[in-house]
């Protein structure tokens, strides 16, 4: 696991070398670009403005600071909140489609427990949920 784990980080960090290689290159191909349109200091000047202005952009986009954090919390409860109400139901849904015996069995072991003795089934229950 910790191998997975090391090929992993490893992963991440060769994608942002490359990424900011990229980024380094396309900023070299603009700057000479534009240095035979407007000459190089203004084209350097206007390559930086351009990668900036994008800065900004991606900023506004993902971080979003004119949301309060009371407004994220809450998208973020609602959110949470609507994936795990589903998950039980996706979960049986998906156990009776894939082990239908399997499913019968747990239904009669959990039956037969409540029949038995309610009580313990009972904490058993809560402690569960």
């Given at each position: 696991?910790?191998?997975?784990v090391k090929s992993?980080?490893?992963?991440?960090?060769?994608?942002?070398?490359?990424?900011?290689?990229?980024?380094?290159?396309?900023?070299?191909?603009?700057?000479?670009?534009?240095?035979?349109l407007i000459g190089?200091?203004?084209?350097?000047?206007?390559?930086?403005?351009?990668?900036?202005?994008?800065?900004?952009?991606?900023?506004?986009?993902?971080?979003?600071?004119?949301?309060?954090?009371?407004?994220?919390?809450?998208?973020?409860?609602?959110?949470?909140?609507?994936?795990?109400?589903?998950?039980?139901?996706?979960?049986?849904?998906?156990?009776?489609?894939?082990?239908?015996?399997?499913l019968v069995t747990?239904?009669?072991?959990?039956?037969?427990?409540?029949?038995?003795?309610?009580?313990?089934?009972?904490?058993?229950?809560?402690?569960?949920?």
């Amino acid at each position: 696991m910790l191998d997975a784990v090391k090929s992993r980080i490893a992963a991440g960090i060769t994608g942002l070398l490359l990424g900011l290689a990229g980024l380094f290159t396309l900023s070299v191909a603009l700057v000479l670009g534009l240095a035979e349109l407007i000459g190089l200091t203004a084209a350097a000047f206007t390559a930086a403005a351009l990668l900036l202005l994008a800065t900004g952009v991606c900023f506004y986009l993902l971080v979003r600071p004119d949301r309060t954090f009371a407004r994220e919390a809450d998208e973020l409860k609602a959110a949470a909140a609507g994936a795990l109400a589903d998950l039980p139901f996706e979960t049986m849904r998906k156990m009776a489609d894939e082990r239908p015996l399997s499913l019968v069995t747990i239904a009669m072991i959990l039956g037969y427990a409540i029949v038995r003795g309610p009580g313990p089934a009972l904490r058993l229950l809560t402690a569960l949920v």
